[in-house]
T-cell receptor
Framework: GQNIDQPTEMTATEGAIVQINCTYQ??????LFWYQQHAGEAPTFLSY????GLEEKGRFSSFLSRSKGYSYLLLKELQMKDSASYLC??????????FGAGTTVTVRA | IAGITQAPTSQILAAGRRMTLRCTQD?????MYWYRQDLGLGLRLIHY???????GKGEVPDGYSVSRANTDDFPLTLASAVPSQTSVYFC?????????????FGPGTRLTVL
């Protein structure tokens, strides 16, 4: 099974940078995903890491260290529309995802 | 319209009633999933299917059943609904080959059991 931890809430100012950490204990690691979910909507895919290192995609970057069971999602140049929940999910060898409880990010003007 | 559809959007149900939540995808993905999302608990996997004709149990399968008669449809049935099944239910689909192959989520069904 999977045990995935991430902070419950974070608040940041428009234009700033926020880092959301995710730690996991897993059996059969087969990739780590980050999803964004706005209130009342479905989760949407943001990023995927399977090897150690940083993956950059525009204002969003995701980092993975498999030996430490650790990932982070970095959101740069925060915009009001980035206010949402961010979900860390670990995929197992059977291609099933286990999700953390999510981190609610509030961006203030 | 490409993607995943779910029906109904929302439903209020009396305890003890039977209910089927519908999910259809048109992306020809081989894998489909049902999750429930509760405040503070995140998304939890109920049942999944890696290919038509096969299903498997997730983290919280009790009280739910699924079937996968074809590639596109993956209905979730509550045989006798209980108040603890009040939740938002999301259906998802993906390929299951190496690489990212992220899961795509439907818009969700908000279910209230009274």
């Amino acid at each position: 099974g999977q045990n995935i931890d991430q902070p419950t809430e974070m608040t940041a100012t428009e234009g700033a940078i926020v880092q959301i950490n995710c730690t996991y204990q897993t059996s059969g690691f087969n990739g780590l995903f980050w999803y964004q979910q706005h209130a009342g909507e479905a989760p949407t895919f943001l990023s995927y890491n399977v090897l150690d290192g940083l993956e950059e995609k525009g204002r969003f970057s995701s980092f993975l260290s498999r030996s430490k069971g650790y990932s982070y999602l970095l959101l740069k140049e925060l915009q009001m529309k980035d206010s949402a929940s961010y979900l860390c999910a670990v995929r197992d060898s059977d291609y099933k995802l286990s999700f953390g409880a999510g981190t609610t990010v509030t961006v203030r003007a | 319209i490409a993607g995943i559809t779910q029906a109904p959007t929302s439903q209020i149900l009396a305890a003890g009633r039977r209910m089927t939540l519908r999910c259809t995808q048109d992306m020809r993905h081989n894998a489909m999933y049902w999750y429930r999302q509760d405040l503070g608990l995140g998304l939890r996997l109920i049942h999944y299917s890696n290919t038509a004709g096969t299903t498997g149990k997730g983290e919280v399968p009790d009280g739910y059943s699924v079937s996968r008669a074809n590639t596109d449809d993956f209905p979730l049935t509550l045989a006798s609904a209980v108040p603890s099944q009040t939740s938002v239910y999301f259906c998802a689909s993906s390929e299951i080959i190496s690489g990212a192959n992220e899961q795509f989520f439907g818009p969700g069904t908000r279910l209230t059991v009274l």
